[in-house]
């Protein structure tokens, strides 16, 4: 079996420690010789890499080890890029979540005005990395689960159409492991799913276990109850104690979604359509002083580097609190269905093209595909209610113009997409926000005109 060279854009994550660890928890199904990191803040990323040089060397000494800032020295002689990168980091989310907030409009970071300031910092990241994966490994691919996906992919589609490039979100999969375990399953493999929608935007029409025995009747049961949340997070949060599995605010976000399904009952939606259908509900729910990326900063930010800095100084992994990102092993799914062509069916941000019948073509859809060595094959989802693809066809028109308006710098089609945003309430407000988040995002974005 072929060993393969890894590099992971974003090497100064709160998640690659994570990643790291499951890569090295899957060697067997995906061999590697080499792992290289690729940041472009060499300081937060050598406290990261510092710690995973250790980590690897305890448990695969044989895997070559690179962390650099050098894009010739990262992109050289490998296989995939895994792209995780977050351009300006948590202190400007902190800004796409608080800015909407000052207006009364949910703050979110890949929803609404802050998902689309968001996407304008992000498209050039992922293009630079895109470019230089092709300049240096041309046969590579890149798996790219940088947020927010859904604006990233129609970036990609329109600006590098033949780019080796997978889109990726990990949500799904985080509600397909809580489908699962509300109705006494191990694991979501053991479903076999039917999804459309886009990212963070969709729905589940079916699911089936191996057997083909319908699994959504039972599931939709639980979440007609309890939205996505499970038995101990209830029972957690009925003793006041924050559960293990989820902080407030996702417990916030698991239990809303039997509020969306009561929407539409003949399917299950992803969690992420709260932000949309209930924006009033978020703000109220919502601390402008206090946001999303402040619980980060001081949870997993805090804890990821403290204890990096630990295993750093003491030398070794010993009494290590970092934990396995179990959630990131579709990755290495997506990455052996690409080098053994193994076919397997995973959800993926693809181009329509037919997938879903009544719907744009040139739309980046999120759908079951099937892959393997060529890419990605979509399955074809057929007809979507009018329901859906009244709010997928606003959301899209969002995306498209968010894309355009930074190929052509264009001021005015970002106040456009931020008042077609289903979050905004009207152009007025959209122009105060679009104005501040300029202000707030000038040295990410392109000088609009």
């Known amino acids: 079996m072929k060993k393969h060279s890894i590099v992971i854009a974003g090497g100064g994550s709160t998640f690659t420690p994570g990643i790291v660890l499951m890569l090295l928890d899957n060697l067997e199904q995906l061999p590697i010789r080499q792992i290289k990191f690729y940041d472009n803040d060499a300081e937060r990323q ?3 890499a510092d710690a995973c040089e250790i980590i690897i060397q305890e448990k695969a000494p044989d895997i070559k080890f690179v962390s ?59 293009l630079e990395i895109l470019d230089y994966m092709e300049q240096y490994s041309p046969n590579a691919w890149m798996l790219n689960y940088s947020n927010p996906a859904a604006i990233v992919a129609e970036a990609t589609r329109k600006l590098r159409p033949n780019s080796k490039i997978l889109n990726i979100c990990d949500m799904p999969i985080g509600i397909e492991e809580r489908m699962a375990r509300s109705i006494g399953l191990s694991s979501r493999k053991e479903m076999v799913v039917r999804y459309y929608g886009l ?10 276990d191996k057997e083909g025995n319908d699994l959504m009747p039972k599931i939709k049961a639980h979440v007609k109850e309890n939205g996505y949340a499970l ?22 976000t698991f239990t809303k979604a039997k509020d969306v399904y009561a929407l539409d009952p003949e399917t299950l939606p992803n969690t992420y359509l709260k932000y949309y259908l209930f924006p009033s509900d978020e703000v109220a729910h919502s601390n402008p002083e206090y946001t999303r990326a402040n619980e980060v900063m001081a949870g997993r930010e805090k804890h990821v580097f403290g204890e ?25 799914d997506l990455a052996r269905a690409i080098a053994y062509n193994t076919h397997e069916r ?47 066809e606003q959301q899209v028109a969002v995306e498209k113009l968010v894309v355009e308006a930074w190929e052509e710098k264009s001021y005015q089609k970002l106040w456009q997409a931020i008042t077609m945003s289903k979050i905004v309430p009207n152009a007025t407000v959209a122009k105060q926000i679009l104005d501040d988040l300029l202000e707030a995002n000038k040295e990410f974005w392109p000088e609009l005109r």
Request: glycine content about 10%.
């Open 68 to 126: 650099t800032t050098d894009p010739k020295t990262a992109f050289t002689d490998i296989d995939f890029v895994m792209a995780h990168i977050r351009v300006g980091k948590y202190a400007m989310r902190e800004k796409d979540e608080k800015i909407p907030l000052k207006y009364g409009v949910v703050g979110q970071e890949t929803c609404g005005p802050g998902g689309i300031a968001y996407g304008m910092r992000s498209i050039g990241g992922v």
């Open 46 to 48: 050598k406290e990261i």
């Open 199 to 208: 990212n963070h935007f969709g729905w589940w029409t079916d699911i089936r």
């Open 308 to 332: 990096c800095r630990r295993i750093a100084e003491q030398g070794s992994t010993k009494d290590t609190t970092l934990e396995i990102d179990e959630h990131a092993s579709y990755i290495v």
């Open 231 to 252: 038995p101990e997070e209830l029972a957690a949060a009925k003793e006041n104690e924050a559960s293990q599995h989820a902080d407030a605010s996702w417990m916030h």
């Open 346 to 392: 995973m959800l993926l941000i693809v181009e329509n093209k037919g997938a879903i019948v009544n719907f744009d073509d040139t739309a980046m859809v999120e759908v079951p595909c099937i892959v393997g060595a060529n890419g990605p094959e979509p399955l074809v989802q057929g007809e979507i209610p009018r329901f859906q693809k009244g709010m997928m």
